[in-house]
């Protein structure tokens, strides 16, 4: 019900930012649709020159996107844009094993409607994909209704690898085939199968099909496509090139900027994204730190708590096990390692991991007030009946005499009435006197017991309360890029005209004329638009054909240079703005 929900609410945001479908194509954007529509007889001898690896279940989805609706901008971003509510009903399916469902629509919603989760989910990139198949693939592994993997066969039970566990380890491997770095996924979570166990041979042949289908297709088909490895675009996240200290201290850093990010772990590189920005005001950078410190600390206890869990420790080796990996692959300039967009895979398990660390703190800060809340009150004293009487207590029998003293002739019934009459006069006459008014020892312990009583209750709702405060800070800083990211929907980007220049171009082009097309990003964007691309003109109003006598064609190639021309500087005018 949670999930469905969220599913919900989730495709009515992306209702709202629904001209992010139709505006064309910018670089990131047009030179992947370039790839995705290459004919097969050159589409492998292409790859060799793509800007950054694709997964071969990512381009096929695309390219059936294409095939099936057409090759429109709004065609190959349907991909990016269905798995966003997907994927915060699977955040919520997967958070609901380690925390309550409050805290499951929470962690869907802190991801989904991050203003930079958001960027890149309206773009055709793969990253919203590849963080809707981490965590079916987490899900899925850890989907083990009988029982643990490392159990002890039963008595008399067959030994041998389960059908079901390999049915779904075989899906999981099937799934790595539409995310790049499905295997850094897969391979961690398959080490803690055969880790240890008495049927560790068995979990291994469950394994295998994920095994063997995740490093195929990174080896033979990633690998083909590691051109950009060779360039220095990357070269601030990758650990290669650096000695040992500067080896720790790049460390340190990018864990430091993947915890404090918003959600953490949320790209941090790339400027041409919206990014959120933590609220200042009079308090300066307080808000930041805060908010560094409470994410820190609930990681910390999300880790205590999920390492306690079968199921939980299974997520903790994926997350673990994932940027170890990236980091491995940073020292060979195979991967970058840190806050970047091509690690938004591992954002979902990090959200898991704070969101349950929050909630086990805020129940461990509410069960201790009740525990030291009263157990009466005047909801019990007032449901008692009217007509019983109050037990009284025997001031001489509690004050003047031990336990061990005990008086035949002062004995009490079940009721509280004194068996023997004239017993209580007996009792009440022998008493001491009451101890004269004054300052005593035992007022003032009482007294301070009741503070520290009090600041037991007070602390943790304290506690609470700032808990609660940095949530809103964190969601206040997830949000803060909306306008942006609204008011960007129709904004001219890049090579948002090439579809123009290339009606233009074949209306104005003629046999034998030479077409330069500059840039390294402009070529596959100008095949695109030129081979595949069922795209209409941005400004049909300016490709209308204008005949007239006496014009030469000679003339007609000058005003469309001219418009060209204008185009660029405009261009100009606003990246220098």
Request: aromatic letters at 6%; proline letters at 8%.
């Amino acid at each position: 019900m949670a999930a469905g929900a969220v599913a919900l609410g989730l495709s009515g945001v992306l209702c709202l930012l629904h001209a992010y479908l139709t505006r064309p194509f910018w670089y990131d954007e047009i030179w992947r649709a370039h790839f995705v529509s290459e004919p097969l007889t050159s589409f492998w001898s292409e790859l060799t020159v793509a800007n950054t690896p694709s997964a071969l279940g990512w381009l096929g989805i695309t390219r059936l996107a294409g095939e099936a609706f057409g090759w429109h901008s709004w065609s190959l971003r349907l991909p990016g844009f269905v798995a966003v509510p997907l994927l915060g009903a699977a955040i919520v399916v997967l958070t609901r094993r380690f925390a309550g469902t409050a805290s499951a629509v929470f962690a869907a919603c802190w991801l989904c409607l991050n203003t930079t989760f958001l960027d890149l989910a309206t773009q055709l990139k793969p990253y919203t994909v590849e963080a809707l198949v981490t965590v079916c693939i987490v899900v899925i592994w850890t989907a083990d209704p009988l029982g643990p993997p490392d159990e002890v066969p039963a008595a008399g039970a067959p030994r041998g690898p389960d059908r079901g566990r390999l049915v779904r380890r075989t899906v999981a491997g099937v799934l790595a085939l539409v995310a790049v770095p499905g295997i850094f996924v897969v391979l961690p979570l398959a080490a803690v199968d055969v880790w240890r166990g008495p049927a560790r041979r068995w979990r291994l042949v469950e394994c295998l099909p994920a095994l063997a289908f995740s490093a195929v297709h990174t080896v033979g088909f990633v690998a083909h496509q590691s051109s950009q490895r060779n360039g220095d675009y990357w070269d601030r996240q990758f650990l290669a090139g650096r000695g040992p200290w500067a080896a720790l201290r790049f460390v340190a850093d990018q864990v430091r900027a993947t915890v404090t990010g918003s959600p953490p772990g949320i790209d941090r590189f790339d400027p041409s994204l919206i990014h959120g920005t933590v609220p200042t005001g009079p308090l300066g950078s307080a808000p930041a730190a805060l908010i560094a410190i409470a994410v820190a600390a609930a990681g910390a206890t999300g880790v205590a708590a999920l390492a306690r869990h079968r199921q939980g420790r299974a997520l903790l080796a994926a997350l673990g096990g994932a940027e170890l990996m990236m980091l491995g692959a940073s020292a060979a300039r195979y991967w970058p390692f840190g806050p970047t967009r091509t690690n938004l895979y591992v954002v979902p398990l990090l959200v898991v991991v704070v969101v349950v660390g929050v909630e086990r703190a805020i129940r461990s800060l509410l069960s201790a007030v009740r525990g030291r809340l009263p157990r009466g009150g005047p909801q019990q004293a007032a449901g008692r009946s009217k007509d019983a009487l109050p037990t009284l207590a025997l001031p001489g029998s509690v004050i003047a005499r031990s336990l061990s003293d005990s008086s035949p002739e002062l004995v009490t019934e079940s009721d509280g009435s004194c068996a023997l009459p004239g017993a209580l006069d007996s009792a009440v006459a022998d008493s001491p006197p009451p101890a004269p008014a004054g300052p005593a020892r035992v007022p003032g312990l009482a007294g301070s017991r009741v503070g520290l009583a009090r600041a037991a209750v007070v602390l943790p709702l304290a506690a609470v309360v700032a808990i609660t405060g940095c949530g809103v800070l964190l969601l206040q800083t997830s949000l803060s890029g909306s306008r942006p990211l609204w008011e960007h929907r129709d904004r001219l980007r890049g090579l948002d005209l090439m579809v123009d220049a290339a009606i233009v171009t074949r209306r104005v082009a003629r046999p034998g004329d030479v077409v330069a097309v500059g840039g390294r990003l402009a070529r596959p964007g100008w095949l695109y638009a030129m081979e595949a691309s069922d795209d209409g003109p941005r400004e049909p109003t300016d490709l209308q054909p204008r005949p007239r006598r006496g014009r030469s064609p000679a003339a007609g190639r000058r005003r469309w240079h001219g418009r060209l021309r204008r185009r660029r500087e405009i261009r100009r005018r606003d990246v220098r703005e």
